[in-house]
């Protein structure tokens, strides 16, 4: 019934940007909190940034002052700018949505599918 679909990702060289976005579709009365995680091979999958429906946002340590959460209410979409990435930042990027199908219903956590960020050194 709700389906994310994130797109954007690719190769980058050491010190590039990125721009990863992901749209959220179907039965959607409201999303609240939206959020990007990471895993890379052999961790476990990590919060990369956050940002609630008011817009307040949330950073892991690591990417504070390179990578920038925003999203644009009216296109149930949330974005993610990566700025002078890092070897390290090498992962599979999925987006997160907090979503209740209609006005008394709870919200449930929805997950995209996934998209490769590959920076090489």
């Known amino acids: 019934q709700v389906q994310l679909v994130e797109s954007g990702g690719g190769l980058v060289q050491a010190g590039g940007s990125l721009r990863l976005s992901c749209a959220a579709s179907?039965?959607?009365?409201?999303?609240?909190?939206m959020g990007w995680y990471r895993q890379a091979p052999g961790t476990q999958r990590e919060l990369v940034a956050a940002?609630?429906?008011?817009?307040?946002?949330n950073y892991a340590d690591s990417v504070k002052g390179r990578f920038t959460i925003s999203r644009d209410n009216a296109k149930n979409t949330v974005y993610l700018v990566m700025n002078s990435l890092k070897p390290e930042d090498t992962a599979v990027y999925y987006c997160?949505?907090?979503?209740?199908?209609?006005?008394?219903?709870?919200?449930?956590?929805?997950w995209g599918q996934g998209t490769q960020v590959t920076v090489s050194s």
């Open positions: 940002i609630t429906s008011g817009g307040s946002t």
């Open positions: 997160t949505a907090e979503i209740a199908g209609t006005w008394f219903s709870t919200s449930s956590n929805y």
């Open positions: 179907g039965r959607i009365f409201s999303i609240n909190t």
